[in-house]
Nanobody, 123 residues
Framework: QLQLVESGGGLVQPGGSLRLSCTASGFSFNSYAIGWFRQAPGKEREGVSCMSAIGGQTTYADSVKGRFTISRDNAKKTVYLQMNNLKSEDTAVYYC????????????????WGQGTQVTVSS
């Protein structure tokens, strides 16, 4: 069945790094853009980054530009989110999602979501 499974979350100190992974199954992975969203306690889910199916085109939220990098390995059906210089405000549950558009972080263009992985940035 259609499935996205995230991994790689955890507890990290401010200024530290984490790499999240999202592995897909049940659909033609290299036909879809894949994005990352996050949701902090008491806040709405927000878009973080998205990558096109092929060609390596990317979109980032202003809050993570220069710190986060999205990449994908279509042979492994996996998307990564490298997060550097993490801040306390990056604390959230991070979700990967299948998307019909890469150039926008509007959640309306997502149709499949993973279960999420917790990222906590704290000293």
């Amino acid at each position: 069945q259609l499935q996205l499974v995230e991994s790689g979350g955890g507890l990290v100190q401010p200024g530290g790094s984490l790499r999240l992974s999202c592995t897909a199954s049940g659909f033609s992975f290299n036909s879809y853009a894949i994005g990352w969203f996050r949701q902090a306690p008491g806040k709405e889910r927000e878009g973080v980054s998205c990558m096109s199916a092929i060609g390596g085109q990317t979109t980032y939220a202003d809050s993570v530009k220069g710190r986060f990098t999205i990449s994908r390995d279509n042979a492994k059906k996996t998307v990564y989110l490298q997060m550097n210089n993490l801040k306390s405000e990056d604390t959230a549950v991070y979700y990967c999602t299948r998307r019909s558009r890469w150039s926008t972080l509007d959640p309306a263009y997502s149709d499949v979501w993973g279960q999420g992985t917790q990222v906590t940035v704290s000293s």
